[in-house]
Protein backbone atom coordinates (compact mmCIF):
# COMPACT_ATOMS: atom_id res chain seq x y z
CA UNK A 1 0.00 0.00 0.00
CA UNK A 2 1.19 3.53 -0.77
CA UNK A 3 1.16 5.72 2.89
CA UNK A 4 2.48 8.65 0.93
CA UNK A 5 0.09 11.02 2.68
CA UNK A 6 0.68 13.41 -0.61
CA UNK A 7 -0.91 10.72 -2.51
CA UNK A 8 -3.84 12.22 -4.39
CA UNK A 9 -6.64 9.36 -3.59
CA UNK A 10 -9.59 10.93 -4.99
CA UNK A 11 -9.14 12.56 -8.12
CA UNK A 12 -11.94 14.33 -9.87
CA UNK A 13 -11.19 16.23 -13.03
CA UNK A 14 -14.35 18.05 -15.41
CA UNK A 15 -16.50 15.65 -13.68
CA UNK A 16 -20.22 15.30 -15.48
CA UNK A 17 -23.47 13.76 -14.15
CA UNK A 18 -26.75 13.88 -17.02
CA UNK A 19 -29.43 11.98 -15.69
CA UNK A 20 -32.45 10.36 -18.09
CA UNK A 21 -34.08 13.40 -19.79
CA UNK A 22 -30.63 15.13 -20.35
CA UNK A 23 -31.06 16.85 -17.30
CA UNK A 24 -26.97 17.94 -16.09
CA UNK A 25 -26.50 17.65 -12.45
CA UNK A 26 -23.12 17.80 -11.83
CA UNK A 27 -21.60 20.44 -14.75
CA UNK A 28 -18.06 19.72 -14.78
CA UNK A 29 -16.48 19.82 -11.37
CA UNK A 30 -12.81 19.50 -10.35
CA UNK A 31 -10.84 18.46 -7.20
CA UNK A 32 -8.37 16.25 -5.47
CA UNK A 33 -8.63 14.73 -1.51
CA UNK A 34 -5.40 13.57 -0.11
CA UNK A 35 -4.43 10.61 1.92
CA UNK A 36 -6.14 11.03 5.09
CA UNK A 37 -7.61 14.18 4.67
CA UNK A 38 -11.33 14.35 5.45
CA UNK A 39 -13.11 16.50 2.47
CA UNK A 40 -16.67 17.94 2.58
CA UNK A 41 -18.68 18.61 -0.07
CA UNK A 42 -21.05 20.92 0.89
CA UNK A 43 -24.34 22.54 -0.99
CA UNK A 44 -28.01 23.73 -1.09
CA UNK A 45 -30.44 21.07 -1.74
CA UNK A 46 -29.98 19.59 -5.02
CA UNK A 47 -26.46 21.04 -5.51
CA UNK A 48 -25.37 17.97 -7.14
CA UNK A 49 -23.36 16.27 -4.15
CA UNK A 50 -25.48 12.97 -4.04
CA UNK A 51 -24.86 12.92 -7.72
CA UNK A 52 -20.89 13.25 -7.55
CA UNK A 53 -20.59 11.17 -4.34
CA UNK A 54 -22.49 8.24 -6.64
CA UNK A 55 -20.07 8.55 -9.23
CA UNK A 56 -16.90 8.37 -6.79
CA UNK A 57 -18.56 5.04 -5.34
CA UNK A 58 -18.50 3.39 -9.03
CA UNK A 59 -22.82 3.77 -9.15
CA UNK A 60 -22.48 5.36 -11.92
CA UNK A 61 -21.01 6.32 -15.13
CA UNK A 62 -20.04 10.00 -15.47
CA UNK A 63 -21.34 11.34 -18.59
CA UNK A 64 -17.85 13.44 -18.79
CA UNK A 65 -14.64 13.97 -17.14
CA UNK A 66 -12.94 11.56 -14.95
CA UNK A 67 -12.87 9.86 -11.71
CA UNK A 68 -9.77 8.09 -9.83
CA UNK A 69 -9.98 6.46 -6.82
CA UNK A 70 -6.91 4.92 -5.24
CA UNK A 71 -5.96 5.58 -9.23
CA UNK A 72 -8.30 3.15 -10.61
CA UNK A 73 -11.85 3.90 -12.36
CA UNK A 74 -14.48 3.32 -9.85
CA UNK A 75 -16.89 2.28 -11.59
CA UNK A 76 -15.04 0.30 -14.78
CA UNK A 77 -12.86 -1.12 -12.15
CA UNK A 78 -15.54 -1.77 -9.26
CA UNK A 79 -13.82 -5.00 -8.21
CA UNK A 80 -10.19 -3.70 -7.24
CA UNK A 81 -11.78 0.03 -5.56
CA UNK A 82 -15.05 -1.48 -3.52
CA UNK A 83 -12.55 -3.64 -1.38
CA UNK A 84 -10.68 -0.54 -0.30
CA UNK A 85 -13.44 1.57 -0.15
CA UNK A 86 -16.44 2.13 2.61
CA UNK A 87 -19.99 3.59 1.78
CA UNK A 88 -22.45 5.04 3.61
CA UNK A 89 -25.50 6.28 1.67
CA UNK A 90 -28.23 7.99 2.90
CA UNK A 91 -30.52 5.25 3.27
CA UNK A 92 -28.90 1.80 4.18
CA UNK A 93 -31.96 0.24 3.17
CA UNK A 94 -31.19 -3.37 4.90
CA UNK A 95 -33.53 -6.02 6.14
CA UNK A 96 -35.25 -4.62 9.30
CA UNK A 97 -36.34 -7.77 10.55
CA UNK A 98 -33.15 -8.72 11.56
CA UNK A 99 -31.02 -7.85 14.83
CA UNK A 100 -27.91 -5.58 14.32
CA UNK A 101 -25.65 -8.27 15.66
CA UNK A 102 -27.37 -10.53 12.53
CA UNK A 103 -27.06 -7.60 10.31
CA UNK A 104 -23.55 -7.08 10.75
CA UNK A 105 -22.78 -10.43 10.34
CA UNK A 106 -24.44 -10.74 7.54
CA UNK A 107 -22.45 -8.26 5.90
CA UNK A 108 -19.03 -8.69 7.05
CA UNK A 109 -19.73 -11.91 5.63
CA UNK A 110 -19.85 -10.40 2.43
CA UNK A 111 -16.38 -8.34 3.08
CA UNK A 112 -12.79 -9.94 2.94
CA UNK A 113 -10.56 -9.08 5.72
CA UNK A 114 -14.17 -7.70 7.64
CA UNK A 115 -13.60 -6.19 11.20
CA UNK A 116 -15.39 -8.50 13.83
CA UNK A 117 -18.96 -7.21 13.68
CA UNK A 118 -18.75 -6.27 17.60
CA UNK A 119 -15.69 -4.23 16.66
CA UNK A 120 -17.88 -2.51 14.40
CA UNK A 121 -20.59 -1.71 16.19
CA UNK A 122 -18.33 -0.65 19.19
CA UNK A 123 -16.76 1.73 17.43
CA UNK A 124 -20.72 3.43 16.87
CA UNK A 125 -21.65 2.74 20.08
CA UNK A 126 -24.38 0.31 19.39
CA UNK A 127 -22.66 -2.36 20.82
CA UNK A 128 -25.41 -2.58 23.99
CA UNK A 129 -28.44 -2.89 20.78
CA UNK A 130 -26.64 -5.54 19.40
CA UNK A 131 -29.92 -7.77 20.22
CA UNK A 132 -32.40 -5.57 19.03
CA UNK A 133 -34.24 -5.58 14.98
CA UNK A 134 -33.04 -3.12 13.05
CA UNK A 135 -36.80 -1.78 12.78
CA UNK A 136 -37.06 -0.77 16.02
CA UNK A 137 -33.66 1.13 15.89
CA UNK A 138 -34.22 4.87 16.04
CA UNK A 139 -33.56 7.51 12.86
CA UNK A 140 -30.22 8.14 14.83
CA UNK A 141 -29.34 4.14 15.68
CA UNK A 142 -29.92 3.49 11.94
CA UNK A 143 -27.37 5.98 10.57
CA UNK A 144 -24.98 4.71 13.19
CA UNK A 145 -25.59 1.19 11.91
CA UNK A 146 -24.97 2.23 8.13
CA UNK A 147 -21.87 3.85 9.80
CA UNK A 148 -20.52 0.89 11.37
CA UNK A 149 -21.40 -1.69 8.59
CA UNK A 150 -19.31 1.09 6.21
CA UNK A 151 -16.41 0.44 8.34
CA UNK A 152 -16.72 -3.62 8.52
CA UNK A 153 -13.81 -3.46 5.69
CA UNK A 154 -11.04 -1.05 7.52
CA UNK A 155 -11.63 0.83 4.78
CA UNK A 156 -8.97 3.06 2.93
CA UNK A 157 -11.49 5.31 1.35
CA UNK A 158 -14.77 6.29 3.07
CA UNK A 159 -17.29 8.10 1.65
CA UNK A 160 -20.41 9.63 4.07
CA UNK A 161 -23.12 10.65 2.53
CA UNK A 162 -24.81 13.14 5.49
CA UNK A 163 -23.30 10.56 8.01
CA UNK A 164 -24.84 12.45 11.49
CA UNK A 165 -28.58 12.94 9.32
CA UNK A 166 -31.00 12.31 12.48
CA UNK A 167 -28.40 12.19 15.17
CA UNK A 168 -28.85 13.92 18.58
CA UNK A 169 -26.25 16.52 19.34
CA UNK A 170 -24.18 13.85 21.55
CA UNK A 171 -24.37 11.35 18.94
CA UNK A 172 -23.21 13.70 16.46
CA UNK A 173 -20.37 14.88 18.40
CA UNK A 174 -19.59 11.25 19.20
CA UNK A 175 -19.55 11.08 15.27
CA UNK A 176 -17.48 13.75 14.46
CA UNK A 177 -14.86 11.95 17.27
CA UNK A 178 -14.42 8.71 15.35
CA UNK A 179 -14.55 10.68 11.94
CA UNK A 180 -11.69 12.35 13.62
CA UNK A 181 -9.83 8.87 14.68
CA UNK A 182 -10.28 6.94 11.58
CA UNK A 183 -8.38 10.21 9.96
CA UNK A 184 -5.70 10.18 12.52
CA UNK A 185 -4.96 6.54 11.35
CA UNK A 186 -5.02 7.10 7.75
CA UNK A 187 -8.49 7.02 6.57
CA UNK A 188 -9.18 9.16 3.92
CA UNK A 189 -12.98 10.75 3.97
CA UNK A 190 -15.09 12.31 1.84
CA UNK A 191 -18.32 13.48 3.42
CA UNK A 192 -21.56 15.88 2.63
CA UNK A 193 -23.48 17.57 4.71
CA UNK A 194 -26.32 20.27 4.91
CA UNK A 195 -24.50 21.15 8.67
CA UNK A 196 -21.91 23.71 8.44
CA UNK A 197 -20.90 23.51 11.87
CA UNK A 198 -19.98 19.68 10.91
CA UNK A 199 -17.83 21.32 7.94
CA UNK A 200 -16.11 23.99 10.14
CA UNK A 201 -15.14 21.48 12.62
CA UNK A 202 -14.13 18.57 10.67
CA UNK A 203 -13.39 19.25 7.36
CA UNK A 204 -9.21 19.99 6.42
CA UNK A 205 -10.58 20.96 3.17
CA UNK A 206 -14.42 21.55 1.65
CA UNK A 207 -15.97 22.54 -1.66
CA UNK A 208 -19.56 24.26 -1.91
CA UNK A 209 -21.51 23.10 -4.88
CA UNK A 210 -24.08 25.01 -6.30
CA UNK A 211 -26.28 23.90 -9.54
CA UNK A 212 -23.45 21.36 -9.87
CA UNK A 213 -20.43 23.70 -10.50
CA UNK A 214 -18.05 24.35 -7.45
CA UNK A 215 -18.46 27.85 -6.16
CA UNK A 216 -15.66 28.04 -3.47
CA UNK A 217 -13.38 25.26 -2.76
CA UNK A 218 -10.22 25.48 0.32
CA UNK A 219 -9.43 25.00 3.94
CA UNK A 220 -12.69 26.09 6.31
CA UNK A 221 -10.52 29.07 6.89
CA UNK A 222 -9.59 30.08 3.36
CA UNK A 223 -13.54 30.01 2.37
CA UNK A 224 -14.66 31.72 5.39
CA UNK A 225 -11.39 34.27 4.89
CA UNK A 226 -13.04 35.79 1.78
CA UNK A 227 -15.89 36.98 3.57
CA UNK A 228 -16.05 40.25 5.63
CA UNK A 229 -15.50 39.89 9.66
CA UNK A 230 -18.29 42.14 11.90
CA UNK A 231 -17.82 44.11 15.20
CA UNK A 232 -21.01 45.09 17.21
CA UNK A 233 -21.02 47.38 20.06
CA UNK A 234 -23.53 49.43 22.00
CA UNK A 235 -22.91 52.96 22.26
CA UNK A 236 -23.79 54.75 25.26
CA UNK A 237 -26.57 57.43 25.73
CA UNK A 238 -25.37 60.78 24.03
CA UNK A 239 -23.23 59.38 21.36
CA UNK A 240 -23.79 58.81 17.66
CA UNK A 241 -21.90 56.56 14.97
CA UNK A 242 -20.90 59.90 13.97
CA UNK A 243 -18.99 60.72 16.86
CA UNK A 244 -16.43 57.67 15.77
CA UNK A 245 -13.61 58.30 13.54
CA UNK A 246 -14.98 57.89 9.69
CA UNK A 247 -15.72 54.66 8.67
CA UNK A 248 -13.66 54.88 5.72
CA UNK A 249 -10.50 55.25 7.40
CA UNK A 250 -11.68 52.59 9.99
CA UNK A 251 -11.56 50.22 7.15
CA UNK A 252 -15.37 49.35 7.58
CA UNK A 253 -17.13 48.10 4.49
CA UNK A 254 -21.06 48.18 5.67
CA UNK A 255 -22.62 49.42 8.47
CA UNK A 256 -25.46 49.28 10.18
CA UNK A 257 -27.40 51.24 13.53
CA UNK A 258 -30.00 49.85 15.47
CA UNK A 259 -30.61 52.36 18.03
CA UNK A 260 -27.68 52.16 20.35
CA UNK A 261 -26.38 49.11 18.45
CA UNK A 262 -23.69 49.52 15.62
CA UNK A 263 -22.83 46.49 13.65
CA UNK A 264 -19.95 47.38 11.90
CA UNK A 265 -18.62 44.73 8.54
CA UNK A 266 -14.97 44.63 7.47
CA UNK A 267 -12.07 42.98 5.68
CA UNK A 268 -9.03 44.41 7.76
CA UNK A 269 -10.31 43.47 11.07
CA UNK A 270 -7.58 44.09 12.98
CA UNK A 271 -7.59 47.59 11.60
CA UNK A 272 -10.92 48.50 12.60
CA UNK A 273 -10.99 46.49 16.05
CA UNK A 274 -8.13 48.81 16.59
CA UNK A 275 -9.35 51.91 15.60
CA UNK A 276 -12.88 51.61 17.08
CA UNK A 277 -10.87 50.62 20.65
CA UNK A 278 -8.26 53.56 20.52
CA UNK A 279 -11.35 55.76 20.11
CA UNK A 280 -13.44 54.18 23.12
CA UNK A 281 -10.13 54.67 25.13
CA UNK A 282 -9.46 58.21 24.04
CA UNK A 283 -13.28 59.28 24.43
CA UNK A 284 -13.32 57.27 27.78
CA UNK A 285 -16.56 55.47 26.43
CA UNK A 286 -17.37 52.15 27.74
CA UNK A 287 -18.55 49.96 24.60
CA UNK A 288 -21.22 47.35 26.14
CA UNK A 289 -21.59 44.35 24.43
CA UNK A 290 -18.83 44.50 22.33
CA UNK A 291 -18.82 41.51 20.13
CA UNK A 292 -15.83 40.90 17.72
CA UNK A 293 -15.76 37.94 15.21
CA UNK A 294 -14.52 36.28 11.98
CA UNK A 295 -17.14 34.95 9.35
CA UNK A 296 -18.59 31.65 10.41
CA UNK A 297 -18.70 29.26 7.50
CA UNK A 298 -22.26 29.25 7.23
CA UNK A 299 -22.53 33.17 6.83
CA UNK A 300 -19.89 32.40 3.69
CA UNK A 301 -22.07 29.66 2.52
CA UNK A 302 -25.06 31.71 2.38
CA UNK A 303 -23.18 34.77 0.63
CA UNK A 304 -22.18 32.09 -1.87
CA UNK A 305 -25.39 30.62 -2.61
CA UNK A 306 -26.58 34.18 -3.03
CA UNK A 307 -24.17 35.09 -5.03
CA UNK A 308 -24.17 32.14 -6.99
CA UNK A 309 -28.19 32.24 -7.52
CA UNK A 310 -27.73 36.04 -8.85
CA UNK A 311 -25.21 34.80 -11.16
CA UNK A 312 -27.54 32.22 -12.52
CA UNK A 313 -30.68 34.79 -12.69
CA UNK A 314 -28.26 36.97 -14.83
CA UNK A 315 -27.56 33.90 -17.37
CA UNK A 316 -30.86 33.53 -17.47
CA UNK A 317 -32.12 37.05 -18.33
CA UNK A 318 -29.63 37.17 -21.09
CA UNK A 319 -30.36 33.66 -22.30
CA UNK A 320 -34.34 34.99 -22.43
CA UNK A 321 -33.62 38.05 -24.09
N1 LIG B 1 -32.37 9.90 -10.93
C1 LIG B 1 -32.49 11.19 -11.22
N2 LIG B 1 -33.07 11.60 -12.38
C2 LIG B 1 -33.17 12.90 -12.71
N3 LIG B 1 -32.71 13.91 -11.93
C3 LIG B 1 -32.14 13.56 -10.77
C4 LIG B 1 -31.99 12.20 -10.36
N4 LIG B 1 -31.34 12.18 -9.16
C5 LIG B 1 -31.11 13.47 -8.84
N5 LIG B 1 -31.58 14.30 -9.79
C6 LIG B 1 -31.49 15.77 -9.81
O1 LIG B 1 -30.13 16.13 -9.82
C7 LIG B 1 -29.91 17.29 -9.02
C8 LIG B 1 -28.85 17.00 -8.00
O2 LIG B 1 -29.35 16.04 -7.07
P1 LIG B 1 -28.46 15.47 -5.87
O3 LIG B 1 -29.29 14.45 -5.15
O4 LIG B 1 -27.14 15.08 -6.38
O5 LIG B 1 -28.31 16.78 -4.98
P2 LIG B 1 -27.77 16.93 -3.50
O6 LIG B 1 -26.80 18.06 -3.52
O7 LIG B 1 -27.28 15.63 -2.98
O8 LIG B 1 -29.10 17.36 -2.77
P3 LIG B 1 -29.63 17.10 -1.26
O9 LIG B 1 -28.84 18.02 -0.40
O10 LIG B 1 -31.05 17.54 -1.36
O11 LIG B 1 -29.43 15.66 -0.93
C9 LIG B 1 -31.27 17.65 -8.43
O12 LIG B 1 -31.83 18.69 -9.20
C10 LIG B 1 -32.07 16.37 -8.55
O13 LIG B 1 -33.44 16.66 -8.72
Not at 67 to 93: F, K, N, S, Y
Request: overall charge negative.
Amino acid sequence: MNTDEHEHVIEVTDLRRVYGGGFEAVRGITFAVRRGEVFALLGTNGAGKTSTVELLEGLARPAGGRVRVLGHDPHAERDVVRPRTGVMLQEGGFPSELTVAETARMWAGCVSGARPPREALALVGLERRAGVRVKQLSGGERRRLDLALALLGRPEVLFLDEPTTGLDAEGRRETWELVRALRDGGTTVLLTTHYLEEAEGLADRLAILHEGRIAAAGTPAEVTAAQPSRISFELPDGYFVGDLPSLGELGVVGHEVDGRVVRLRTRELQRTATGVLVWARRAEVELRRLDVRSASLEEAFLRIAREASAKTAERYEEYAA
